[in-house]
Nanobody, 124 residues
Framework: QVQPVESGGGPVKAGDSLRLSCVAP????????AGWFRQRPEKGREFLAA????????HYGASTKGRFTISRDNTKDTIYLQMNDLEPEDTAIYYC?????????????????WGRGTQVSVSD
């Protein structure tokens, strides 16, 4: 059992940047792929980014518009989401998830372990 724990959310202004962190003990040893998702008010869970367990391969959802970057540091069992030029539409709860497959995927149903989320609120 691996329990991801997200942090780094908070209130920011449009145009600001944030880096979210997800500590997932054991994720590197188990070669788990990872992903970031978000859930906006009255919206479904939305895929943002995924990363191979080695960190060598990534892919992104269309909503990131080139503003978000996923990375990981396997020496720290931590996955990051760097978010730049934030917009009010980015206001959401952001979730980190792990898949037992090595490659992160955009399908939330293929993720086995989920964090509890971190709130990001972007104001004008």
């Amino acid at each position: 059992q691996v329990q991801p724990v997200e942090s780094g959310g908070g209130p920011v202004k449009a145009g600001d940047s944030l880096r979210l962190s997800c500590v997932a003990p054991g994720s590197a040893d188990r070669m788990y792929g990872a992903g970031w998702f978000r859930q906006r008010p009255e919206k479904g869970r939305e895929f943002l980014a995924a990363i191979h367990w080695t960190g060598d391969s990534t892919h992104y959802g269309a909503s990131t518009k080139g503003r978000f970057t996923i990375s990981r540091d396997n020496t720290k069992d931590t996955i990051y989401l760097q978010m730049n030029d934030l917009e009010p539409e980015d206001t959401a709860i952001y979730y980190c998830a792990l898949t037992t497959g090595a490659i992160g995927t955009r399908d939330p149903n293929l993720y086995r372990f989920w964090g509890r989320g971190t709130q990001v609120s972007v104001s004008d």
